[in-house]
């Protein structure tokens, strides 16, 4: 070998080598952080959500109820005033409440009108599908219908790099060393420090899943897994399994997922919902796992997903006892 080569040799072997130790050091010296001096290497600053502060979804249905109790009660305040005006219409044909007469954001009877038309739509084929495949689920993976998982699981709308939590999913490619949409977002906010790990596992097959750590991320770890291309539900479903198998081994407690596969690469939003949701219910269900985690996060971040997950939900993970007959 020449000089010149020789050189270059040792110049890149000692830039690889020095790098390859930078990724272990710092990955463990992160993690020995408190929290608090973690929070210094955020990218996203002072911008990350704790998980604490992520409602489960329990929570999330009760307080949304306890809104629209709130504004019923409001509005029909606002309805027996309006009575009470119309009663006290003098001889003239005045009012003596002009307050409610001017007020031109009072709600009227239109209202209700609405809403009672809405709720006697029938189902869209993709809920009838959902529930048609959650029957079978019950059937055949023997699972309790009656058990209440849905303070196990939450909805968190926006940006996945921006959690502080155990673990964020990231959907790449098989090479694991960066890409597109979500997968470019992780890279960014975890600094190159993530992909020099990632390239010493060597790749990730199709609905495998491998961790690494989180660097300058909120996440303490990233969980990286490779969704099918197109519409393949036993692939899609091994992500969500394979992610959260990780999380067990590491006896991590919280996992967040972005909606796998429903980018770049095509699978169709709301069956992929549909994977996503029952696979993660037959996943809790399994050897008791849900005693074993505090939450599964799933992260939308669009509003077609979050307009599916609020219809698929309330189906998978009931707040009340699962109903009779779905
Ligand atoms: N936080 C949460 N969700 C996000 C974010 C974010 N910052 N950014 C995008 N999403 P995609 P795929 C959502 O395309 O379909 C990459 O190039 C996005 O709206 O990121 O599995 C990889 O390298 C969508 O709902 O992943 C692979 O080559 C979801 O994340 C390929 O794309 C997944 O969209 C993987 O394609």
Redesign the pocket.
């Known amino acids: 070998m020449g000089i010149f080569w020789w050189h270059i040799y040792l110049y890149m072997g000692n830039i690889l080598g020095q790098n390859m130790k930078d990724w272990k050091v710092e990955k463990a010296r992160i993690l020995a952080l408190t929290v608090e001096e973690r929070r210094k290497l955020y990218t996203c600053r002072e911008e990350f959500v704790k998980i604490e502060n992520v409602p489960t979804w329990a929570e999330q249905v009760k307080s949304e109820e306890e809104k629209q109790v709130n504004s019923e009660e409001e509005k029909k305040t606002v309805e027996d005033d309006e009575k009470n005006c119309a009663e006290n219409v003098d001889v003239g044909g005045e009012k003596s409440c002009d307050s409610v007469k001017d007020d031109a954001t009072t709600p009227t009877c239109d209202v209700k009108t609405d809403t009672e038309s809405t709720a006697v739509e029938n189902d869209p084929d993709w809920i009838k599908q959902l529930k048609a495949d959650f029957v079978k689920d019950i059937e055949e993976f023997k699972l309790d219908a009656k058990l209440n998982l849905s303070s196990k699981v939450s909805v968190f709308v ?4 921006k959690l502080e939590i155990d673990g964020i999913v990231n ?3 098989n090479s694991l060393l ?8 992780i890279h960014r906010a975890a600094g190159k420090l993530l992909y020099l790990e990632n390239k010493t596992h060597d790749g990730c097959d199709d609905g495998e899943a491998k961790l690494s750590g989180g660097y300058h991320l909120p996440a303490k770890y990233v969980v990286s897994t490779v ?1 099918p291309r197109g519409e393949h539900p036993d692939v899609l479903s091994r992500c969500y399994t394979s992610c959260l198998t990780l999380l067990l081994e590491k006896s991590l407690k919280n996992i967040a997922f ?10 169709p939003n709301t069956a992929a919902c549909n994977v996503a949701l029952r696979s993660v219910r037959r996943w809790l269900e399994e050897e008791g796992n849900h005693e074993k985690i505090d939450k599964v996060v799933f ?1 939308l ?2 509003q077609k ?1 979050q307009d599916i997950y609020k219809k698929m939900l309330p189906i998978v993970f009931p707040v009340g006892p699962q109903p009779a007959k779905l």
């Open positions: 926006g940006d996945i790099t959907a790449a490619n960066g890409g597109g949409g979500v997968d470019g977002a969704g972005p909606c796998i596969s429903t980018g770049v690469y095509g699978y992260c971040f669009l997903d």
